[in-house]
C-alpha cells in the first residue's frame, strides 16, 4: 500500500493535518491524513533503520521515490492494518501516565499493585505486532482474594480509573442471578456483548473492556461441592462465564477482575491459566502500609491543619497491628467524632459550639480514645474478654508455677525469632480447678501477638460436629492471615465431647484438631497454639498428645507453705490469721487446685472474723481429709 501511494501522489506536495482521498486494490475509498512529516538525507535510507530517526520534522514536504510511508489505523475506524509496517505508534497506551497510589485513595499495596501490571498489562503495552510475533496471550482475568475490608474493591475500582478502557462495568455477583430460567446465563452474556461487537470488528486493534466483578463467590461456586439439589443455575453461570472468557470464540480485548474473600470456595476451572490466572492475595497491611493508608485518610485534616502536632502516624501505626484498611479508616472516623464531641453542650436541646469550626482540632487523645473504646480489629486479639480468666491475676505459690512461666516465655520467644514451618504446640495438663486456662490465658496476654483467640466449648454449645469443625477451622484460618499468632484451645476434652460414661467423643473433631496442630503454615507465618486439658490418659488414648510438641503438667497445691504463699499473695486473711491456719495444718499433706482454694478463702472470709481460720480449716478437711 505503501508503494502504490508513493506511485499515486507523485511529485505532490502535502502538509501536516492535511487530508487525501485514496484508493487501494479496488476497495473503498480511504481518508488519509497527515500526523506529521520527517526529513532525512537520502544517503542514510540504506543504512540502519535508527538512522531514520535523525530526521528533522517538517510542515511541509513533497512526495517522492525515495519517500518512506507509515500508515496508523485512526481511533474508532473500522480498517485493520496487517503486515511488518503498521507505524511508529499503532497502540495508546493502556495505563494513564499521571496516577500514583497515594492519589488513588489506596496505601500499603504497591508490591501488589507491581505484581498485578507484571502480569496482567505488560503485554497490553506493547504494540499488537510485536504481541503477534511473540505469540503472546493477554491475561484476561485477575482474582483479588483475602478478608474483608482490605481493599479489594477499592482497588478494582481504581484499577478501571486508571486504565485507558472502555467504560468499566462494575456488578456485584448476586445482581447476576435471576429467577427466571436463563435469565442469569444472559446477565453473563450481556457483559460480554460489547466487547464481541468490537473484536469482531476491530479485531486485535478493538478496545480494552474492563469487566469488575464483586461478591465473585456468589455465583462461581465449585460445581462439584455445590451439585446436590436446587436448580443448577450456578453450575450453568460458571459455565457461561468460562465458555465467555476461555471459549471457542476467544475475546482478546477482555479483562475480568473477580473479588472474594472465599477463595476456597470458586470453582477450580476458573482458575486455571487462560481464565483467573493471576491471583493476588490483598492481606493485612503491614506497618508500612498502615502508615501510608493513616497518611491517605488525614490527608485533608493535615491540610486545613486539622490535625494536633502530637498526633504521630508512625506511632499509630504501631499500635494498628492486624488493621484493615476499612478499620484504620473507621478509626479515624472514630477520632474525628471523638474531637467534634467536645464541642457538643449537652442541655434541653443539643447545641453546637458556635466556635467549633475554628477550634476543632484532633488530637493524640482522641486517636487512642478509639483505639480503646471504639474500634477492634476483626483479626486482633479475641472479643472474648480474656482479661477476665485471668482477673486475680497469677499466683506463683512455687517453683513450679515460676518454672512453666518460664518455659512458656522461651516457647514465646522461640515463635518471634524462629523461622518455623509448623505450629508451635504446648499442652497444660494438671488437676481440675489448677489454674491451666489462667497460664495458658497469662501467657498469650503476655505474647503481645497482634492475633489472639479463645477456642473454647463455651462458644460452642449446642453445636453439631460439623459446625465445631468450621468453627475450630476458621480460627486457624484466620491465625494464617497474621504474622503473629496465638490460639488457646482450652478444656479439649470438652471440645471432643468426651464423657466417661461410655466411653463417648467426637472422632470428627478429634481428627480435625488432628490435622490443624500438623498444618504447615505459609511462609512469614509464625503461630504458637497453647491447649489446656485435665484428663491427659484419655489424650494419649485418642493420639493427641503427641500432636503437641511439648507437654507441661501444672500441679495442685500439696504442702502448707505453698498454702501459706497463696494465702499471702491473696490478701485475704490476715497475718496473725495465716499463722493459725498454717499451725492448723500442720505437716499434713494437701492436694487441691488453687481455684477451688480461692474460692474457699473468700467464702471462708465472709463469716465473722473470730470464726474465719476455723471456718477455712474446716473446708480444708472436708476437701482433703
Known amino acids: 500500500m505503501a508503494e502504490e501511494f508513493t506511485h499515486f501522489f507523485h511529485d505532490r506536495a502535502f502538509s501536516v493535518g492535511q487530508q487525501a482521498v485514496f484508493s487501494f486494490q479496488d476497495k473503498k475509498y480511504l481518508i488519509l491524513f497527515v500526523k506529521s512529516m520527517e526529513v532525512i538525507d537520502v544517503s542514510l535510507l540504506g543504512g540502519a533503520k535508527n538512522n531514520a530517526s535523525q530526521g528533522t520534522n517538517v510542515d511541509m514536504g513533497l512526495i517522492t521515490s525515495n519517500t518512506h510511508v507509515l500508515f496508523e489505523r485512526a481511533e474508532g475506524s473500522m480498517l485493520n492494518l496487517t503486515g511488518t509496517a503498521k507505524g511508529k505508534a499503532a497502540t495508546q497506551s493502556i495505563i494513564s501516565r499521571d496516577w500514583d497510589f497515594t492519589k488513588l485513595g489506596i496505601g500499603g499495596l504497591d508490591k501488589e499493585f507491581s505484581n498485578i501490571i507484571r502480569r496482567a498489562f505488560a503485554t497490553r503495552l506493547f504494540p499488537p505486532e510485536v504481541v503477534d510475533k511473540l505469540g503472546l496471550r493477554h491475561v484476561k482475568g485477575i482474582l483479588l482474594h483475602g478478608p474483608p475490608g482490605t481493599g ?95 471459549g471457542v470464540e476467544q475475546l482478546n480485548n477482555v479483562l475480568l477482575i473477580g473479588m472474594t474473600n472465599r477463595r476456597d470456595l470458586i470453582d477450580d476451572a476458573l482458575l486455571r491459566p487462560g481464565r483467573l490466572e493471576v491471583q493476588v492475595e490483598i492481606g493485612l497491611p503491614d506497618e508500612q502500609g498502615r502508615v501510608q493508608i493513616l497518611e491517605i485518610h488525614t490527608a485533608k485534616m493535615r491540610e486545613h491543619k486539622l490535625l494536633a502536632p502530637d498526633v504521630d502516624l508512625a506511632d499509630l501505626a504501631v499500635q494498628t497491628k492486624n488493621f484493615t484498611g476499612a478499620e484504620i479508616e473507621g478509626l479515624v472516623r472514630a477520632a474525628q467524632s471523638t474531637a467534634m464531641n467536645r464541642f457538643i453542650q449537652l442541655k434541653n436541646n443539643f447545641e453546637i459550639d458556635p466556635e467549633a469550626a475554628e477550634k476543632i482540632v484532633v488530637k493524640h487523645e482522641d486517636f487512642y480514645h478509639a483505639l480503646e473504646n471504639d474500634i477492634k480489629p476483626a483479626f486482633g486479639p479475641s472479643d472474648d474478654n480474656l482479661d477476665l480468666y485471668v482477673a486475680n491475676g497469677i499466683v506463683r505459690w512455687g517453683t513450679q508455677i515460676q518454672r512453666i512461666i518460664d518455659d512458656g516465655d522461651l516457647l514465646l520467644q522461640q515463635t518471634r525469632t524462629q523461622d518455623i514451618t509448623s505450629p508451635i504446640t504446648v499442652l497444660l495438663e494438671g488437676p481440675v480447678g489448677c489454674g491451666k486456662t489462667a497460664l495458658a490465658v497469662h501467657l498469650a496476654l503476655k505474647s503481645d501477638f497482634p492475633f489472639i483467640k479463645l477456642c473454647t466449648p463455651e462458644n460452642m454449645i449446642g453445636f453439631v460436629e460439623s459446625a465445631k469443625c468450621q468453627t475450630i477451622k476458621k480460627i486457624f484460618d484466620d491465625a494464617d492471615k497474621s504474622e503473629l499468632s496465638c490460639i488457646v484451645v482450652d478444656d479439649i476434652e470438652r471440645l471432643l465431647d468426651y464423657v466417661a460414661i461410655g466411653p463417648r467423643f467426637s472422632n470428627t473433631v478429634l481428627q480435625a484438631l488432628l490435622v490443624l496442630l500438623k498444618k504447615k503454615l505459609r511462609k512469614g507465618r509464625k503461630l504458637i497454639v497453647i491447649g489446656t486439658t485435665s484428663c491427659r490418659d484419655v489424650l494419649e488414648t485418642m493420639g493427641i498428645v503427641e500432636a503437641f510438641n511439648t507437654v507441661i503438667h501444672v500441679p495442685s497445691i500439696w504442702s502448707a507453705d505453698q498454702l501459706k504463699q497463696v494465702l499471702q499473695e491473696s490478701k485475704l486473711f490476715e497475718d496473725d490469721e495465716i499463722k493459725q491456719i498454717e499451725k492448723n495444718i500442720g505437716q499434713r499433706r494437701l492436694c487441691i487446685g488453687i481455684k477451688k482454694l480461692l474460692m474457699m478463702a473468700e467464702m471462708a472470709v465472709q463469716t465473722v472474723k473470730r470464726d474465719r481460720v476455723d471456718k477455712f480449716v474446716c473446708l480444708l478437711e472436708d476437701e482433703n481429709w
Open 152 to 246: 479489594k474493591t477499592l482497588m478494582a475500582r481504581q484499577i478501571g480509573k486508571m486504565l485507558n478502557t472502555r467504560e468499566p462495568k462494575i456488578i456485584s455477583g448476586p445482581e447476576v442471578l435471576n429467577k427466571y430460567v436463563g435469565e442469569s446465563e444472559a446477565n453473563i452474556r450481556k457483559l460480554f456483548a460489547e466487547a464481541e461487537e468490537e473484536q469482531k470488528k476491530f479485531g486485535d486493534n478493538s478496545g480494552l473492556h474492563l469487566i469488575i466483578f464483586d461478591e465473585f463467590d456468589a455465583v462461581c461456586k465449585s460445581r462439584y461441592m455445590y451439585n446436590s439439589g436446587g436448580t443448577g443455575v450456578q453450575d450453568s453461570v460458571v459455565n457461561q462465564l468460562l465458555a465467555k472468557i476461555d
